[in-house]
């Protein structure tokens, strides 16, 4: 959504990879050349991707404050650790959707500057930080004459120009940032259920990133909780070590097993707040584009997202078909390793940035 307007024209059709920088961890990912429209069972080619971690001290409230940490993370990824290659130095990056303002808006049917003026009236009255220390940007989603309807993004200029900062120091050229709910809607296109109005929960470290999806994104909210989180809960309420702790989850999770009352007990609080957000946005949504289209589905992407009994607990108590999306599902790995079954869900983010068309980089 965030495109940087200073990149020249000629570099139009080069190519791009997508990079996620999580808590702790960052993900890469390139596509070879997409066509110019893909079919709906088409399966885009990995070139390149990999995974490195770095010191959590490199950020702090979403601002990258020791980027070299970072940089030399990375650095060795690209030296040592990459599956394939990485053939370009263009990048599109995602901001973690819970440091971000995202707020689905309804307005009178105006264009050009009258819009830019009605959008930042309504950004001054929801957001409660100083337009002056934000950027902001927004997508139309749906023209009539009765109205517009978009989707409001505006992000933190101390986390944005880190970011920018970064990857000058990396040596790379920004082309694309945008919260990580913008990279799952883009992957969730390439789905062959994506024609069903469905709610996608990106279960990321430290929150799980809420939408919900009908041609667009539409309605968005996020719960703090995600996978980091409910391994901290279950190292700190069973007394087990981090690693202990994580292995239970991954393991067992909410499935049934000795621990299952307790490991319920303990993550139930985290699950009901994204139960009850869930239901606050299907309300939302029916009042605002009407239950013609009702939600058909629940689907899970993420990190968090493959712990044992998730789908079928977010089942029972949404009433709702609940399912786990694997991002290399949509992906054709040709003659590369691919991931684990234990790192799939992680590049949920890095393929979505990776899917980005030239259109949404460079406006046209």
């Not at 995600?226 to 190292?235: A, D, H, P, Q, R």
């Not at 069973?238 to 621990?259: D, F, Q, W």
């Not at 299952?260 to 707040?273: D, N, S």
């Not at 712990?307 to 709702?320: D, H, I, K, N």
Request: glycine share 8%; net charge negative; aromatic share 8%.
């Amino acid at each position: 959504m965030m495109k940087n307007t200073n990149v020249p024209k000629f570099f139009h059709d080069k190519p791009l990879f997508g990079l996620d920088i999580g808590h702790g961890s960052l993900k890469v990912m390139q596509l070879a050349e997409l066509p110019d429209k893909m079919p709906k069972d088409y399966r885009p080619r990995v070139i390149g991707y990999g995974f490195a971690t770095f010191d959590k001290v490199a950020q702090e409230d979403g601002v990258v404050v020791r980027p070299e940490a970072i940089a030399q993370a990375a650095q060795a990824l690209f030296k040592d650790n990459l599956i394939g290659d990485i053939t370009t130095k263009r990048v599109a990056l995602a901001i973690p959707a819970y440091r971000t303002f995202t707020r689905s808006v309804s307005l009178p049917k105006l264009q050009g500057k009258e819009l830019k003026e009605a959008v930042q009236l309504e950004a001054e009255q929801y957001i409660p930080v100083p337009l002056e220390e934000l950027y902001l940007d927004y997508d139309v989603v749906k023209q009539s004459p009765e109205g517009t309807e978009l989707l409001l993004v505006a992000v933190p200029k101390a986390i944005v120009d880190s970011y920018l900062d970064l990857a000058r120091i990396m040596g790379l050229e920004t082309v694309l940032i945008e919260p990580t709910l913008s990279s799952s809607g883009r992957l969730f296109k390439a789905d062959a259920q994506s024609d069903v109005a469905s709610i996608i929960i990106d279960f990321g470290s430290l929150s799980s990133d809420i939408s919900i999806f009908d041609k667009h994104i539409l309605v968005t909210g996020t719960v703090q909780g995600g996978g980091e989180s409910f391994t901290n809960l279950i190292k700190d309420k069973l007394g087990v070590s981090l690693k202990e702790a994580g292995l239970i989850k991954t393991r067992y999770g909410l499935s049934l097993s000795k621990k299952q009352a307790v490991i319920r007990e303990t993550l139930g609080p985290t699950l009901q707040q994204i139960i009850k957000e869930i239901q606050r946005m299907i309300r939302y949504y029916e009042e605002h584009y009407g239950s013609d289209h009702p939600i058909g589905q629940i689907v899970a992407l993420g990190g968090g997202a493959n712990m044992p009994g998730l789908s079928e607990y977010l089942t029972e108590a949404m009433r709702l078909a609940v399912r786990h999306s694997d991002p290399w599902d949509y992906l054709d790995c040709k003659d590369l390793q691919p991931p684990s079954p234990a790192d799939k869900p992680m590049y949920a983010t890095a393929a979505g940035l990776s899917l980005a068309r030239p259109e949404e980089v460079f406006p046209v």
